[in-house]
């Protein structure tokens, strides 16, 4: 009999692993692996006439949003924020953020949009087009560069909960003739097999013309590595460094949006401390870490930009991201967890007139947008 129960056990141990081996075969086989640089395609992309260029000293309004997938509102928590879920509870749900977000876009009434976390045909948002749902109703250039794409995402490890296939990617959306879109793919990587399933992040560099000049506006779009130790943080930063340096070397206008996934530095304070005589940080953040085991949004180091003439277009007075480890508290707000990750890094030869983080009370996604107003100096 317990030769029996034995044998019995062995062969489901053998039938488990097999599973398992060829579960990771396969995401091994088909894996994303984007090149270095990719030329985009630029879709429904406006004519190349003068009276779809850039101009010098008039305001541009260009808005940044994290539109969580339209699965990531306020009734909702993740897995890797401490909560549980992996996706809605119903196709509807993810409709009526889709809806939710398409007001914010056309009330805005932006020139620009930068969108992060917008899925296509993916489980986790049960198979909407999100993607083709804003391009149809915002009627611009656009080009999409996919970070996220694979077969089956076994997370979170609950049946119902499982993200399955994922297509997203940040998306540019742009209401001027743009010359050229590449996506860059950033260094940095988790761990194999972890890699398999994960993010491949990417940003996304569009060159519009400017009328009379021989100069352009280059529109950089950012979603950058959340989960890391911030080290992948920082390669990718050294990245987009990089770019943004050799770009106004050449003369060129520069403004990178997104989500940073780093505290911009205005929003913490570094503050210098020695543990057990080895020099060490903590930081003070305006909105406060409540707890030190939540997820911790590393400050951004903001030497290289001031010595580079950057500047920074974000908003303190209200938060831009919350943290998903329990649905929203919209009773006692002050019981979130909140964050400033989202905004803008803008060369010197463009003039900040305003930066606005609109309060959506993170509705229907755990990012609140920001607009800015900008204008190329001559």
Known sequence: MIKKILKSLFVLLVIILSFAVIFVL???IFEYRPADETVLEIENNLDDLS???VVLDESIRILTFNTGYASLSETEDFAMDGGTKGRMDSEAEVSLNIDGISSILTNSNADIYLLQEVDVDSNRSYNTLQYSIYSELLSMSVTLGYNYRCIFVPFPFTFGQMMGSVNSGIVSFINYNVDEATRYQLPGSFSWPISLANLKRCIVVSRLAIADSDQFLIVINVHLSAYDDGTMRLQEMEALKEIMKDETDAGNYVIV???????FPDAVEILPS???GIDSFSYNYYYELKDQD????YPMEEDWFLENDFQFGIDLSTPSCRLLNKAYDTQNQESNQYYLI???IVSSNIEIESVETLNENFKYSDHNPVQIEIKLIP
């Open 51 to 53: 009276s779809n260029y």
């Open 274 to 276: 020695i543990d057990n």
């Open 257 to 263: 949006g997104g989500d940073f996934n780093q505290t």
């Open 294 to 297: 939540f997820w911790q949004a």
């Open 26 to 28: 396969t995401l091994q």
């Open 342 to 344: 989202d905004g803008f």
